[in-house]
């Protein structure tokens, strides 16, 4: 979304997306972009904090 590295693990194991719940809100706004995109720890908890705020 923000188009920086969301620093993924999940092929190592482990990930920071596994222990931090990602809205199925914000999961939404993933179908709807035209381009495929990865979510950043940091857009997670950017949208966490004001929704309202947030769009592609």
Known sequence: MCRTANQCTA????????????????????????????????CVLKYKRAPEKFKI
């Open 11 to 42: 092929t190592k194991g482990t990930c920071w997306c596994f222990n931090e719940p990602i809205p199925k809100a914000l999961i939404a706004l993933l179908k709807d972009s035209r381009d495929a995109v990865c979510i950043c720890k940091n």
